[in-house]
């Protein structure tokens, strides 16, 4: 899914997910599906979400359904299965207890999952119109306008519009990565290479949460496409070392091509 999905679940929904965390504290079952996603690994997301789906006996607590249900999902949707994960999550619009702005920013990952990133960003406008008063949503529109497409001038408006709102926690970092990804766009790898460095600090002070280790990988992938451009190919190659399976799973070309690229023009 690329880090759409882990930035939907770990940053755009902070206050559900460690909901999901207190409620699965006990259950090796939830760690291990959201390990499966950071890697990819969707068969076996798949098998943790039925799992799940049965009260932990221990606590007589449950992961949410619409927890489960967007995680399957997007299992479905990275599988090649798109139409079966909206299906699987569509019972969630309009519910009573799930606000649309949220259910569009959730459902924008099933999208990115499946690398329809045009309509991933297509719904985190919709959602930052119904809810412009939120930073996240704001933060949402510019990882989509410069993660999985390339438009450095909207992820800078949209950023722009987020930091006039209160950011908090995982946001903060958040705002880092960002600037450093739009700077690698714009061909400023000095300049990247501060900003994302910030950013690799602030993940890794937070790495304890299993998805976080996504938000780092990645932090570390762009840092590596950076550190090849300014001619620095130990520490691109170090890098490198570290992230390419989890590229690879990914299906990260991009990123892929720009780090192996740069090693081999500094060879």
């Known amino acids: 899914i690329g880090a759409g999905g882990l930035a939907v679940c770990v940053f755009l929904t902070p206050v559900l997910h460690f909901v999901f965390a207190f409620f699965a504290r006990s259950s090796r079952e939830y760690s291990r599906l959201n390990k499966a996603k950071v890697w990819a690994r969707w068969d076996e ?7 799940l789906r049965h009260a932990d006996r221990l606590t007589g607590a449950a992961v949410p359904e619409i927890e489960l249900s967007r995680c399957r999902a997007q299992a479905l949707a990275a599988l090649g299965r798109l139409e079966e994960g909206l299906v699987e999550f569509r019972k969630f619009e309009g519910a009573p207890k799930v606000e649309n702005w949220l259910y569009l920013s959730l459902l924008a990952g099933i999208y990115d999952a499946a690398l329809q990133f045009e309509k991933g ?3 985190r406008r919709q959602a930052a119109a119904e ?12 990882y989509a306008s410069v993660r999985g497409l390339n438009r450095p001038g909207e992820a800078r408006e949209a950023l722009a519009r987020a930091e006039k709102l209160e950011i908090t926690g995982l946001g903060k970092p ?5 600037r450093g990804i739009i700077l690698w766009r714009e061909r400023k790898p000095t300049e990247a290479r501060q900003q994302l460095d910030q950013a690799l600090v602030g993940f890794q002070a937070m790495a304890h949460h299993d998805l976080v280790e996504g938000l780092v990988l990645f932090t570390k992938s762009y840092l590596c496409a950076v550190h090849g451009e300014l001619g620095n190919s130990s520490d691109a190659k170090k890098l490198f070392v570290g992230v390419e399976r989890f590229l690879v799973a990914h299906r990260e070309e991009e ?4 780090c192996r690229s740069t090693l081999l023009t500094n060879r």
């Open 45 to 51: 997301v798949l098998h943790c979400v039925e799992q």
């Open 121 to 123: 960003l297509e719904l």
């Open 131 to 142: 809810k412009p008063d939120t930073s996240t949503v704001w933060i949402d529109v510019a």
């Open 174 to 178: 958040y705002l880092f990565f960002l």
């Open 255 to 258: 990123l892929l091509q720009a």
